[in-house]
């Protein structure tokens, strides 16, 4: 029974994962085709107060298949390595992103768009992912035995689009829920089509995924089928819900129902696949782990599960309300006349730089090249070749992020940003 008690625990880890970090990932998505900067930085200094944490439960689930379920670990992970790293990479990216973003005072397109850009990504290697695992990965004796492109099938791309717009729609109900003015009605006018456009992607895959899994799905079984319909029928009710609320109070109303949404799809997805968990024959039973390991990670996760549930609370409770975006102009009230109304209108710029663009684009490519190599060294990646790699890549990294770090102080103490007066000045 223990093996059921993980499965469990990474449903509740993916489940959370889905909800809090779609949202943001919604968000990214939805400031790529926004064409007000005000409103972009606003969504970036919304997600910055809690994408790490929403991030946590991705950890949580990973560590569990690791542990719990090493069968599926050994399966899922080769299997699906390439989308695997691209999102994590863009995971990187984004958070970078946020933060760089969030660090000045104005609106840096570059960032945004890295922002949107890595977001799209994350979501479409995430949706490969899922599908992949769904159209069921080559494996024999509780490992891989594909190819490389095994997890580009016509089932993990669709499931791609439809994760895209899981995610916008979970989107639009958090900006509705948590913004004003433009944003909020932009998000209002927005929540309907992309309902419906979910409603298509989720009939387009619920259809096809019988004829995508290699399993028999067992719907001939009663108590199969009765989940099965009660979380399709509550998902259903909660996207009528929410469908009711956009564009209208109490706007935590649509993001409530878009939450339930997803974890009636989830736990319907469950029930149609249990206890397959990779097609057509990987079991909970088969992929499970020695009970030690069962119980040693159950009681681990048990431990942290409520530390983890408490962070995030406290994140929704202290930035819980509507977000409102400090202004970024001079205090009126020291001018007088059509110059206060000028200097109001006019947000202030960031102080222009006198290094080419050129050199800024090829000095970024250069250490985004150059970081790439040294995380790949130090994984050591020729493990077994070259044995000094591994510790070599550590210390190239320890050195190269000791430099760039003095460097940054030193500017930072040039420009006069520790000073914190002359900074408001």
Not at 272 to 299: C, E, K, R, Y
Request: charge should be neutral; hydrophobic fraction near 55%.
């Amino acid at each position: 029974m223990l093996e059921y008690a993980s499965y469990a625990l990474v449903l509740l880890a993916l489940g959370a994962y889905v909800l809090l970090d779609g949202y943001d990932l919604g968000i990214g998505i939805l400031s790529l085709f926004d064409r007000s900067d005000q409103r972009r930085k606003e969504y970036t200094e919304l997600i910055a107060t809690a994408w790490d944490a929403n991030e946590s439960w991705l950890i949580l689930a990973g560590v569990v298949l690791w542990a719990g379920m090493p069968a599926v670990y050994a399966t899922v992970l080769p299997g699906v390595y390439l989308p695997l790293i691209v999102m994590l990479l863009a995971i990187v990216l984004r958070g970078t992103a946020i933060e760089l973003q969030s660090a000045v005072p104005g609106y840096r397109r570059g960032w945004g768009l890295v922002f949107g850009i890595s977001s799209l990504v994350a979501t479409v290697c995430q949706g490969l992912v899922a599908g992949a695992v769904l159209s069921g990965l080559p494996h024999h004796g509780g490992e891989f035995s594909g190819g490389t492109w095994d997890w580009l099938t016509p089932y993990s791309v669709l499931c791609a689009l439809g994760l895209v717009t899981v995610y916008l729609l979970a989107g639009a109900a958090w900006l509705q829920d948590k913004t004003m003015g433009t944003a909020h009605e932009r998000a209002g006018r927005l929540g309907r089509p992309l309902i419906l456009a979910v409603a298509v992607a989720g009939l387009v895959l619920g259809f096809g995924l019988p004829l995508a899994d290699p399993q028999h799905l067992r719907f001939d079984q009663p108590l199969r089928a009765t989940l099965f319909g009660l979380a399709v029928a509550v998902a259903v009710v909660c996207a009528a819900i929410a469908w009711y609320g956009f564009g209208r109070r109490p706007d935590w109303r649509p993001f409530a129902a878009v939450a339930g949404t997803e974890a009636a799809g989830l736990l319907a997805l469950a029930a149609a696949t249990a206890p397959v968990i990779v097609p057509p024959d990987l079991t909970v039973h088969a992929a499970a782990g020695p009970h030690g390991s069962q119980l040693f990670v159950l009681i681990g996760v048990g431990g942290c599960l409520p530390v983890v549930l408490t962070y995030n609370i406290y994140a929704w409770w202290v930035f819980r309300g509507k977000f409102a975006q400090p202004p970024a102009y001079p205090d009126a009230t020291a001018l007088s006349g059509k110059a206060a109304a000028a200097e109001q209108l006019a947000p202030v710029a960031p102080p222009a730089s006198d290094v080419p663009w050129a050199v800024v684009v090829a000095r970024r490519v250069l250490l985004t090249l150059l970081a790439v190599a040294v995380a790949a060294v130090s994984q050591d990646i020729f493990g077994g070749v070259r044995v000094w790699i591994d510790p070599v890549g550590v210390a190239l990294f320890a050195v190269a992020a000791l430099a760039v770090w003095i460097r940054s102080d030193r500017r930072s103490a040039a420009a006069g940003e520790f000073d914190l007066q002359a900074a408001e000045q």
